[in-house]
Each structure stands twice: as C-alpha cells, then as structure tokens.
C-alpha cells in the first residue's frame, strides 16, 4: 500500500509539473511577461505550496524539527540537485542583467534567518521573527515587479484562450501538493520502517519529496527550452521557503532550532555560491554540465554526511 502511494504521489507530480509550465508559459506570453518572472512568483508559489502544507501541519503538531529541516533540506535539495539535474538534461543561462538582485536578495533572506537563529537563546525562529521574514516576503514580491528595463522574451501573443491557460495553472497547483502530500507520507512510513531519525527523515525524505514540485517543474521547463522558467522557480522557491513557509510556521508556534542545523544552515548558504560565482566572474553566464555534475555530487555527498552523523 505505501508503495502504491508512492507512484500515485509522483504521478500527481508529474503531471501537476506539466501543467503549471504549460499554465504559467501561455499566461507569460499572453501578457509579455519574461518566463523568468512568471517563475519567481506564479511557479515559486505553486511549487512551494507542498512546504507551506506541510510546515503548518508541524506547526500546529510542534514539530520543529520538521518544520526547519523541511525548509533546510528543500533549500539544499533546490539549487544542489534541482539545478544540478536541471543542468545535466539541458545548459542554463544565466540572465545576469535579470537574476542578480534576486540571488542577492536570497543571500539577504538567509543572513536574517540565521542572525534571527543565533539572537535568541535557546536558539529558535520566535513570533516576531516570523513577521520579519513575512515583511520580507512582502519586500520580494515587491522587488520582484519592479522593471529591470528589459525586454520580455515573450514576443508573440499566445493563441490559446486566457481561461484555458489559468485553467492549466490551478489544475497544476492542485495536483502538485495533493502528490506532495501523498509521496511524503509514503516515504516517511517507508523510512520509519528502517529506523532512521527524525532529523535525517525531515532533511532528506520529507525535503526531498516536498522539493519534487520544483524537481518535476524545473526539468519539464528546461526540456522544454523554458531556462528562465526553470531558474526562477528555483530561486523564488528558495525566498520563499524561508521567508513564507517559515514565517507562517513561527506564527503558529515558535520554531526550535536545535545545534545540529547550524552545520546545515551553512551549507545551504554555500549552496548558492556556483550561481554567485557564474554572475559575476563567469563571462558565458552559463550553468555547465560539469558544474551541475559537480553540484550532483556535493547533494549526494550531503545526503551521506546527513545519513551518518
């Protein structure tokens, strides 16, 4: 039966995947609107809505421990595994005239939820630090609409109707967190069974399946030639996973940061430093096949260093 769940849940993810590319890239076209912000917010949105489920039920249960390694462990799985993946099926460009006060803002996003950690003792994300993080969410969708003087990429007018296009989207936002839902309770059954800890299941199994929406989304995009799509979902998902999903979750009950994801903590702000490091010195603005085989191999280096400790 949990096997079962299991190919239900990534059924519902693929084809909750298909449908909000195909959504989201007719809406974009039809307002000429850049796919790469129709990622940072309708795609990060819809994609997130697995993380936002499943933090606010931990919340009101006081699990902290899933609560933070859910946002932690979806983080890393994003930029290290999503991107990396992304980039072994198909080369992403970079936009850097588009993406770097994004990025900058992610580093920003991470630097207030870490000094929020390490301000209070014991270390937690208190009430009022989940305001401050929502405000940021707030400042986001905000720094997101403001023009960057660039001309869309989207320079026809999609022929399909506007219903049909919103249409594809919801059906999109629907399935993908129904099969969040169903892929995590499978695998969290499937982990209990072997006896791993909590710790390990909320930064790997739960992370993992609540990450497969951008997986799922991020690799049809970049299929499909959608590059800016696919970058922006993973960005706009990391925001909002720590300043949304966070934010909300420390409303509804102060989060208990326990010492352990401090290490975690900073490998998810490390985790950032190859789009970093391609805006500003790489002169192609080109994520490589090797640097997403390289980025692979340090998720699956993190999997093992989570698997042991």
């Known amino acids: 039966m949990v096997f079962l769940l299991f190919i ?30 129709i990622g940072l917010t309708l795609v990060s949105i819809g994609t997130s809505l697995p993380e936002v489920v499943v933090n606010i039920m931990a919340s009101l249960k006081g699990e902290s421990d899933v609560v933070i390694g859910n946002v932690l462990g979806s983080n890393i799985s994003n930029t290290c595994l ?33 000094a929020s950690i390490l301000a209070s003792t014991p270390h ?39 219903y049909k296009s919103i249409g594809l989207f919801m059906i999109g936002c629907t399935f993908l967190p129904l099969g969040g ?6 695998a969290i059954s499937m982990a209990t069974l072997f006896g791993l800890s909590i710790p390990f299941i909320s930064l790997f199994a739960v992370a993992l399946g609540t990450s497969l929406p951008e997986l799922v989304t991020s690799i049809i995009a970049a299929y499909r030639g959608n590059t800016e799509l696919a970058l922006g979902n993973i960005i ?25 994801y401090l290490t975690d903590m900073a490998i998810m702000a490390l985790s950032i430093l190859p789009i970093v490091f391609i805006l500003l010195f790489h002169h192609q603005q080109q994520l490589s096949k090797r640097i997403s085989s390289l980025m692979l191999i340090i998720y699956l280096s993190y999997c093992y260093f989570i698997w042991i400790r």
């Open 8 to 37: 239900a849940g990534c059924a519902f993810l693929f084809f909750g995947g298909h449908f909000l590319v195909e959504g989201s890239s007719h809406i974009a076209r039809r307002f000429h609107v850049s796919e790469l912000l």
């Open 82 to 114: 999503i991107l990396g993946a992304t980039g072994v099926l198909s080369p992403l460009i970079i936009p850097r005239c588009r993406l770097v006060r994004e990025c900058r803002f992610y580093c920003v996003c991470i630097a207030v939820l870490i």
């Open 236 to 260: 706009g998902s990391n925001i909002f996973n720590i300043t949304l999903v966070l934010g909300i979750s420390a409303l509804i009950n102060p989060i208990l940061v326990r010492s352990l």
């Open 181 to 186: 839902h169903l892929l995590i309770d499978s």
């Open 124 to 162: 937690q994300i208190t009430h009022l630090n989940g305001i401050l993080l929502l405000i940021c969410f707030c400042f986001s969708i905000y720094l997101f609409f403001i023009p960057k003087n660039q001309p869309s990429s989207n320079t026809s007018l999609e022929s399909d109707p506007l």
